[in-house]
């Protein structure tokens, strides 16, 4: 509650998950409706029988409910005598919690091995300021679980993925007990599960190393989750004269083959991507897989028309994580921005991370080597 011509406060109370999610997520939607944040600790100090109640008490269906809420701090092994701060004041609304259980992906009609968790796309969604009638993209789009959230959110969504067969739901199921995947199992049957069909704009068989746009900004919000050669392949088009004498001897005319995608090359190739066709305040949202002990913020890619916002860590392993990074587009597209990305300082660091899937395996080797050297001990 707010004390006479004080600005009205207000506490979130978050689940215990994705805790550094939280805050860019709430400064993203606050951004969104117009709003801004500024943190405070502690609570103002008031005794109870000073409140102006005067209607009457009904536990049925009260016009008004009031909590108090007692902070102990966040580890359970040290609570303390007394609560760090006190917080009385008036519910004003639930969040929506209940999306993650009925957007989960085990319901969900068509998903693939990397389908991203229902929670977490709703939490990308909201980092990249999704609304009503906006235009969202996904590059590596695979089952097109990121454009169910946007969807839900209202966004018209679109998508491209170099997979021809996830592209058109072909091939083996990623279901445990089903071989092949159905006639009917797609994106588009995904969004028509959930209602959410008239929002589906195309999916299309693309490159993202070569994208087939041309030249103008049309999305809103680009939101996606590139491979990391774990569970998918990092894979682009080419020739296999490629390998040995460089792109540039590829002709114009040649059936590509599927060539290896550097991760340093698809992220900067991405970035370029989002400040030639996002609009001016458009964001960027995407995941960068990183080597923890080589890990340092300045490897984080970067660009002069995209401004850094956020930039939240999920751990996968004891020495691998990812983190979720949202950017969003501050200047117009300039053809010399094209190349900005071979002088800046953090090309260089983050190539290092090419090798990510190496590295990211020989945890895994050493960690199994460890426990089965402890079983026969």
């Not at 009917?184 to 068989?205: F, M, S, T, W």
């Not at 300045?298 to 660009?303: A, I, N, Q, R, T």
């Not at 094209?338 to 090419?354: A, E, I, T, V």
Request: proline letters at 5%; aromatic letters at 12%; charged letters at 25%.
């Amino acid at each position: 509650m707010a004390l006479p011509g004080a600005v009205n406060r207000y506490l979130l109370l978050m689940a215990q998950e994705h805790l550094e999610f939280r805050l860019p997520e709430i400064k993203s939607l606050l951004s969104l409706f117009g709003g801004q944040f500024t943190s405070s600790q502690g609570a103002y100090g008031k005794a109870l029988e000073f409140l102006p109640f005067e209607g009457k008490v009904n536990l049925k269906k009260p016009q008004h409910i009031f909590s108090l809420l007692e902070d102990y701090g966040l580890d359970p092994n040290c609570i303390p005598e007394n609560p760090h701060n006190v917080y009385f004041g008036r519910w004003i609304a639930d969040g929506q919690r209940e999306l993650i259980e009925s957007y989960s992906v085990k319901k969900r009609h068509f998903i693939g091995n990397t389908s991203m968790d229902a929670g977490l796309s709703f939490i990308m969604a909201n980092h990249g300021k999704v609304k009503e009638n906006d235009i969202v993209f996904d590059p590596f789009v695979g089952t097109g679980g990121l454009l169910i959230a946007s969807a839900h959110f209202g966004a018209y969504v679109c998508g491209t993925d170099i997979d021809y067969n996830t592209v058109h739901g072909l091939g083996k199921a990623s279901r445990k007990n089903q071989k092949w995947r159905g006639p009917d199992e797609n994106i588009r049957a995904n969004l028509r599960q959930y209602g959410l069909e008239k929002y589906y704009l195309d999916v299309l068989v693309s490159d993202a190393s070569k994208p087939s746009w041309r030249k103008g900004t049309y999305f809103d919000a680009i939101i996606t989750d590139p491979p990391y050669g774990i569970r998918e392949s990092t894979r682009r088009t080419g020739s296999q004269k490629e390998i040995p004498k460089g792109i540039e001897k590829c002709p114009e005319s040649h059936v590509p083959v599927s060539l290896s995608y550097h991760l340093s090359d698809m992220f900067f190739d991405l970035l370029n991507f989002a400040a030639e066709t996002l609009v001016l305040g458009g964001r960027l949202v995407y995941w960068l897989p990183v080597y923890t002990p080589e890990y340092v913020e300045e490897m984080v890619p970067s660009h002069p028309c995209l401004k850094l916002i956020s930039n939240c860590e999920q751990k996968l392993s004891s020495h691998t994580s990812r983190r979720l990074i949202t950017m969003e587009k501050v200047k117009n597209f300039e053809n010399r921005d094209q190349y900005s990305h071979l002088l800046s300082d953090r090309f260089l660091p983050y190539q290092g991370h090419n090798s990510f899937r190496e590295k990211y395996f020989s945890g895994v080797t050493k960690r199994t080597a460890k426990e089965e050297k402890s079983s026969q001990e």
